[in-house]
């Protein structure tokens, strides 16, 4: 993989915007989202209550959320939660 990756994805409506972020990061890691904290050192709890995360962002269309989140290998991501049901993902590193 490249040093910097790229993705944009739609999650269906009831699914929590926390669990839409371990799919996207495992979707760049090419990993089984179950997997990740184990390959790749992404607990995303570590960096942000997941609960707070989803009732933040769940039903709130004019919001966007920002984390920034550094991971053990020096990789970075920046998720960008855009309306109810749209993420963007970066990594870099």
Avoid: F, W
């Avoid at 053990?72 to 309306?83: A, G, K, L, W």
């Amino acid at each position: 993989m490249s040093d910097d990756a790229k993705i944009t994805c739609a999650y269906e409506a009831g699914t929590p915007p926390s669990l839409a972020i371990v799919r996207a990061i495992a979707a760049l890691e090419n990993t089984d989202p179950t997997a990740l904290p184990a390959e790749c050192g992404v607990q995303l709890s570590d960096h942000i209550d997941p609960e707070a995360l989803d009732r933040l962002t769940t039903d709130a269309s004019d919001v966007v959320v920002t984390i920034e989140l550094g991971l053990h290998d020096e990789s970075h991501y920046t998720v960008q939660i855009r309306d109810s049901e749209r993420l963007i993902v970066t990594k870099a590193g």
